[in-house]
């Protein structure tokens, strides 16, 4: 098959596979904490980090002329991954204990603060950047492909090392396991066996704050996003397990990468927003479809309900209407629907009884069969019993 | 016009704009959704374009047409529909439905830019998008948008003051008085998609953001009133971003980023140093609190040991030391501060409640 041996495609969907897994995976307990905007935040805040490492260790920076005779791989020469990684790291983690740090301490709520954190580092990397560019920086390739991504261009050494980071970030998620599901889903419990809250809180954004910085360079910044949101949602639909719902995110994000990889080499679409839009269907097609939570099941059960509640209703208007009248005479379909309070789908209910073998017409009057009768009568006192049985309570 | 004058004004013009609808969006803690509508104003914008080259003929410049504004703010529109549909169905919180609805429109807006011969040669590239081209100098015809969207903004703010207030901050009372939050909700929600799509062409989708949500919450830790909130945010607003031209020209970076950077540096001033909701002032505060209460612990135990016989011993220093497990230094620190307040005397080593001190010894047990 093409996808194994096709180098470029091999590195590109080995790449896009990595990123969806573990943001996928991470995803999930952010999905928990009611954090899906962290990782908005924390994809554009990475912008001055990178920057600044881009500066410090570009040809002249001083990161270079310090460090750049001990590890000459740390020198910027087309793109270095690792150092402009680090950068956005070091950026987003601290934008995220800013964040948090505003929450604590303020009356503001956590959108505010998440919107105040990302746009001003955002703002602050974009001056930065012009900075760069307008004072005569060489070899600024890379920088616009941390913002918008270019998944085309990883080549092996990339996948390697969003590899390698990729695995510390789930081993540290296995390690951390018991306590990030205590905090995650009852976090005063947590507080209260003495588990330290606010470290665990810290340890989880850094974990989350890798995932997302390991997909920025294949995906870029928005679409890094979706990648943390869309499959934690997806998967949430399919179970009530942490570990189960771990597991279906980083396979639907592993999934939408890989897909996206093979569509883009085929077809001449950008790779980042065709994964996301993958994901997004996914995650539309968990909503609707997935079994228990799903919305169509949903609507199909209260359509049945409905219906049902119709069928007693019509039932036991026409033995009612029997018994009031005492005669052998049927009745028309708009006494049923003014007794039925001007509900849809009299005439359609009416023509099911029939099919049951309940209800007949004459000339457009309907009236029970014996069958019917006893139907209805069965309906009515149970119903009498439940509600003999609810006054009990009651009293 | 004199060009500096002019970006300095379109600047402010935009801060207003965005500002005014922001302090509802901070207090009613939807603030991000006005990061997911400038996102998809991209789409939108997208496609009213296709819209105007393909069905309103003689259009020279039609990036800047009122039109367009009109068109992608129906996307916004759409935006905040998705996104309260999907929180809706129970199944997703506000947080996952917003970073689910608006990554899908933008990258469809992206896939189409990529791969749409019609938008081949648009100016419609990924700098618009991160900067706008507020420092490149714009056309009189954006200012005249902005200020139209900012008069629109304000009359809406005076006429529908009262029904923005109470749905913001007593929705049940809101409803109860016949006002509809979901109505006020959407009407919010337009003018925040009009400013966005607005403001997106001059100023870039971040710094609409920025513009949204940092005066107001900046102003939102210096004031409880939510009509000093709104006139401090659009000062703020204001100030910041001609500061922020100002300081963009000799560094040469970018006006948007710039403008940004100084309202985050607002920010943490504020954060720092507000007079109450500041950091320093609730530390301070904090530190206080400990020194009263040590106040308090101490005269409750003087007055408790007044009328007995061997109040001399009670009253002791060192007894009273000893007594709240107190170090010496603390001890004498206390006694010190208590002094200062009047609350009580010492004569040698024993302490002597004042009247205010029995005040204070009494207020504290009622008010447990």
Known sequence: MELFTDYTLRNIALGTAILGIVSGALGCFALLRRQSLLGDAISHAALPGVVVAFMLFSENGIGTRLFGRLFPALVIDSKGPIVLMVGALIAGWLSTIIILAIVQNTRIKEDGAIGLGMSVFFGVGLMLLTFVQNNGYKNQAGLDTFLFGQAAALVQ????????????????????????????????????????????????????????????????????????????????????????????????????????????????????PVIVLLITLIAVLSLLFAPQRGLVWDWGRQQRNRRRLQRNLVLESLYVLALKHDDARGHPVETLRMMAMGQRGIQHTLDYLRDEGLAFDENGLWRLTEAGSLAADALLTETESTQAALAGVLQ | MNSDLQIMLLASVVAAACVLPGVFLVLRRTAMLSDAISHTA?????LAFLVVINFVPGFERPLDSPLLVIGAALIGLLTVTLVELLSNTGRLNQDAAIGLTFPALFSLAVIMISSLPALENVHLDTDVVLEGNLGFGVGTRSLWIMLAILVINFLFLLIFYKQLKLTTFDPGLAASLGISPVLVHYGLMSLVSVTAVGAF???????????????????????????????????????????????????????????????????????????????VSQSARRRNQKWEFAQTALVIHLQNHEHEPVYTDEANVEHCQEHMQWTHDFTERVVHLAQRENLLKRRGDVLFLTDSGRIRANEAIESV
């Not at chain 1, 570990?243 to 939408?256: P, Q, R």
């Open chain 2, 42 to 46: 991209l789409l939108g914008i997208v």
């Open chain 2, 201 to 279: 062409n001059v100023v870039g989708a971040i710094l609409v953001v920025a513009l949204i949500i940092a005066p107001a919450v900046t102003a939102y830790l210096l004031t409880d009133r939510l009509i000093w909130m709104i006139i401090l945010s659009v000062l703020i607003g204001v100030v910041c971003s001609i500061a922020g031209y100002w300081l963009s020209i000799p560094l040469d970076t970018s006006t948007s980023g710039t403008i940004v950077a100084v309202l985050g540096a607002a920010f943490g001033l504020v954060f720092l140093f507000a007079p109450q909701q500041g950091i």
């Open chain 1, 157 to 272: 050494k990339d996948v390697i090392v969003m590899g390698v980071i990729g695995t510390i970030a789930i081993i540290g998620m296995l390690v951390f396991w018991k306590e990030f599901k205590l905090v995650s889903f009852d976090r005063d419990f947590a507080a209260s066996i003495g588990f330290p809250t606010r470290t665990l809180d810290i340890v989880l954004t850094t974990l989350l704050v890798i995932a997302i910085v390991i997909g920025l360079e294949a995906v870029g910044v928005v679409l890094m996003s979706a990648m943390v949101v869309a499959p934690a949602a997806a998967a949430r639909q399919w179970t009530d397990k942490l570990s189960v719902m771990v597991v279906t995110a980083a396979l639907f994000g592993a999934i939408s990468g890989v897909g996206g990889a093979i569509i883009t080499t085929n077809v001449d679409l950008p790779t980042g």
